[in-house]
Structures are given as C-alpha cells and as structure tokens.
C-alpha cells in the first residue's frame, strides 16, 4: 500500500535514532505525512493511513522500529 502514498515511504536510516530527530526528519523528507511518537507496547489502531508515520520509542526516547507510512 506504501506505494501509493506520496513521497518517501520509510527511514531505515532513523533506527536507534532520537524520537524528536526523527521526526523532524521525516516531516522533512516527506511534508505529507504527520508523525505520531508511540512508547514500545502501546496499542494502536491497524488501519493505514499514507497520512501518518508512528515513530515507535522506547522509554529513553530513542527509535527502536523502522519509522514507515501507515
């Protein structure tokens, strides 16, 4: 589904990076989409949306999935 969204897709590059790095990052790199900072074990919705990237943390604040469009 990523493929239809517009813009870059994913930040491998973000892994183990600071939360607030990385979004500033991919608000950036891709200014149609809006981040969400979730805390690693919190339950999300499944849907997607090529409108949002979840930037999944730890409680050090630091990047532990790859940040992606859904």
Known sequence: MASECQGKSSW?????AQASVAVATIET???YVDTQVVLEGTIVTGEFSCTRVRVWIDSNRIVTQVPRIG
């Open 12 to 16: 491998p590059e973000l892994l183990g």
């Open 29 to 31: 790199e891709n200014p």
